[in-house]
């Protein structure tokens, strides 16, 4: 399956789908998040090592920082959840190289 980038892994909700992408096959999980030395719930650090999850700096703040995550990760595809609505990523994505991969998104 798929390498997949999870943006926000730290929140219940980011969590939730970083492991749940794991569970489902996916052949790397790259945690896309700001303070890469935070907890991330449910993933303790032993599963974490022992499987396929990678942390990259991210800030959604940052359309280069979002580039060059996707860049070095070989992602392929992208999950987005935004709980609150607010879609943060609407400046970044003209960032991403979307023509090598999938975007899902939980809103319009």
Known sequence: MATVIVFGPTGHVGSAVALSAHTFGA????????DT?????GLTPDVESSRSFQRVH????DPASITAAVSSTGVSLLLYASPSGNDI???SPE?????????????P
């Open 27 to 34: 052949s790397k999980v790259v945690l896309a998040m700001r």
């Open 37 to 41: 030395t935070k907890a991330i719930p």
């Open 58 to 61: 991210t800030d959604l703040a």
């Open 89 to 91: 990523l609407v400046p």
């Open 95 to 107: 960032n991403l190289p979307v023509s090598k991969m999938s975007l899902i998104r939980n809103h």
